[in-house]
């Protein structure tokens, strides 16, 4: 997909982002929210998020059509080298293949940053797919190389019906016994713009 700019998000994209999750919050099980949150939630959710670690969105002429954010595993420092990541694709960009390039940046960053591992919690149907929530998402994450590790099983409540919820994980690096500590998001915003090209 050509003319696709991959940046770092800022809170006043907020209301941009707010659009894309809304469809999802009111439609789908794909998160366990119930409300869409406010302008001003998501904005302060965006900047807890880069506190720390990569919140990036994908734009073309100006229309955001998807983002992808890590976010804080366990709030331990024994933890410290492992982060979960979500990525939310506008409805209507769907089956581009911008979940993928959102992805593959926020890897990099991570990697960059000392990161090794990286999780995913996906919300998934107890059988087969129902209007609500489909497998597509543990699809896309096995694509992406992530391997399943457990299930909590119809844990989330929806639209009157029960999910499980799965967890996958990739290794984006070997574990050392004496690994060096991660930096902060904005310790290497200056080595990401060169090296990527991610402002």
């Known amino acids: 997909m050509d003319n696709i700019n991959i940046r770092f998000a800022r809170p006043e994209d907020a209301p941009a982002l707010v659009e894309i999750y809304s469809y999802y919050v009111l439609n789908t099980a794909v998160t366990y929210e119930y409300a869409v949150p406010s302008v001003e939630e998501f904005s ?13 969105l994908a734009e073309r002429s100006g229309e955001v059509l998807g983002y992808a954010y890590a976010g804080t595993f366990i709030a331990r420092a024994a933890a410290d080298w492992s982060v979960e990541v979500s990525v939310y694709i506008k409805h209507s960009a769907r089956g581009l293949g911008l979940g993928r390039r959102l992805y593959e940046a926020l890897e990099e960053i991570l990697r960059l940053q000392g990161i090794i591992n990286v999780a995913a919690a996906i919300a998934a149907p107890t059988g087969e797919a129902d209007e609500y929530l489909t497998h597509d998402s543990l699809k896309f994450h096995s694509r992406m190389g992530y391997e399943p590790v457990g299930t ?11 999910y ?8 984006l690096g070997d574990h050392k016994a004496n690994h060096p500590h991660p930096v902060y998001i ?10 990527l090209g991610i402002e």
């Open 44 to 56: 302060a959710r965006i900047s807890r998020v880069l506190e720390k670690y990569p919140y990036l």
């Open 152 to 162: 909590f099983k119809e844990n989330g409540h929806k639209f009157g019906r029960w």
């Open 164 to 171: 499980n919820l799965c967890w996958m994980e990739k290794y």
């Open 186 to 195: 904005d310790q290497i915003r200056a080595v990401v713009s060169e090296k």
